[in-house]
């Protein structure tokens, strides 16, 4: 292999890494506001932009919101052209970095109780591992022989 065909290859490889994050990043967040798109309509949530305080409400955002994340590091782990739990993990870190700012903006804007965003925020980590781990288990991929970009 040539220095620039192994450029070439470490360019596409980087490619599909930030792809795979940017794509489950996209796909949550499309799943995310449509289903809550679909509940405002139906009336189970308060219009747009008024705060929603029944935990029940809440619990429902946080549970779909918890099965997206994890379909959404499944999607990475998939994309990834090696190692899928090191790039679901970094998509969590990003995530985590995102869900801060979300508790900080909905206590300052008295959004709803504090405890939804920072649940939300806590379980960039899990659903991270869990969607990385039922990728791994249920492919021919180990993550300890996916550690290296193919060459």
Same mark, same amino acid.
């Given at each position: ?6 450029? #070439? ?29 679909i509940l ?50 970094? #998509? ?9 700012? #979300? ?14 965003p920072i ?11 869990? #969607?990385a781990s ?18």
């Open positions: 292999m040539t220095s620039a065909t192994s450029a #070439g290859a470490r360019k596409s490889t980087a490619w599909k890494s930030i792809w795979s994050i940017f794509a489950s990043f996209i796909l949550v967040f499309v799943l995310s506001l449509g289903t809550d798109q405002h309509m139906l009336d189970v949530y308060p219009p747009w932009k008024k705060p929603m305080y029944d935990p029940k409400l809440n619990a429902l955002a946080l549970s779909y919101r918890i099965l997206f994340d994890t379909l959404g590091s499944y999607v990475t782990a998939r994309l990834a052209p090696y190692a899928p739990m090191r790039h679901a993990m970094i #998509g969590a870190a990003i995530g985590f970095v995102l869900s801060l700012a #979300g508790v900080i903006v909905s206590v300052k804007g008295n959004m709803g109780p504090v405890w939804y649940a939300l925020a806590l379980s960039t980590l899990l659903t991270a591992w869990l #969607g039922l990728f791994i288990r249920n492919s021919n991929v180990a993550e300890t022989d996916a550690l290296q970009p193919a060459h």
